[in-house]
């Protein structure tokens, strides 16, 4: 069955940096598109970004373009996420997300997710 | 973005009741909409994609409906499991947007 499995989170200060990884396995990682999502404390789901299948294209929402690297390692079946420069907003629970295919932007499964609180 | 407006934003609902959620999208979206359920502390469960496409292993009493900029989320018999926050997205375009949930409580 399809797992995923995020780890990384922590406590890190203003302009520092974090680096996410998701490990997967349950399916074909090469054939998939992943993203991830993060939420808030108590707030509502907010989409990062999104890289295809064969790694070739990549999408971010605008708050963390030029901060975030989305990156994915086939060999280790692995999803990642650098995050630069981070900042007091970037503070949520991060989930990975597998795309339900190739390409379609929505998501059938998701890990647990791993807390980031960014904080002076 | 494309903006994504549920509403209600609570409902307080008995077993048994008939729910309904709506989205609506701030531009045409065509069918590019998915819904989830989430529960405290867990990650969001896929329930709804091509606005009315139940994704397997969903039960039957979900069910989802509308395109272009308006869209329901139905519940015909609430069930005990059922209460939850409830959420819409758009993948018509990027950045990919969710609404702002819709929380579903017992009255």
């Known amino acids: 069955h399809v797992q995923l499995v995020e780890s990384g989170g922590g406590v890190v200060q203003p302009g520092g940096s974090l680096r996410l990884s998701c490990a997967t396995s349950?399916?074909?990682?090469?054939?998939?598109?992943m993203h991830w999502v993060r939420q808030a404390p108590g707030k509502g789901l907010e989409w990062v970004a999104f890289?295809?299948?064969?790694?070739?294209?990549?999408y971010y929402t605008d708050s963390v373009k030029g901060r975030f690297t989305i990156s994915r390692d086939i060999s280790r079946n692995t999803l990642y996420l650098q995050m630069n420069s981070l900042r007091v907003e970037d503070t949520a629970v991060y989930y990975c997300?597998?795309?339900?295919?190739?390409?379609?932007?929505?998501?059938?499964?998701w890990g647990q997710g791993t807390l980031v609180t960014v904080s002076p | 973005d494309i903006q994504m407006t549920q509403s209600p934003s609570t409902l307080s609902a008995s077993v048994g009741d008939r729910v309904t959620i709506t989205c609506r999208a701030s531009?045409?979206?065509?069918?590019?909409l998915a819904w989830y359920q989430q529960k405290p502390g867990k990650a969001p469960n896929l329930l709804i994609y091509?606005?009315?496409t139940s994704e397997s292993g969903v039960p039957s009493r979900f069910s989802g409906s509308g395109s272009g900029t308006e869209f329901t989320l139905t519940i015909s018999s609430l069930q005990p499991d059922d209460f939850a926050t409830y959420y819409c997205?758009?993948?018509?375009?990027?950045?990919?947007?969710f609404g702002g949930g819709t929380n579903v409580e017992m009255k």
């Open positions: 997205q758009q993948y018509h375009s990027y950045s990919l947007t």
């Open positions: 890289i295809r299948s064969d790694g070739n294209n990549k």
């Open positions: 531009q045409n979206i065509n069918n590019w």
């Open positions: 091509e606005a009315s």
């Open positions: 997300a597998k795309d339900f295919s190739t390409w379609e932007n929505y998501f059938d499964f």
């Open positions: 349950g399916f074909t990682f090469s054939s998939y598109g």
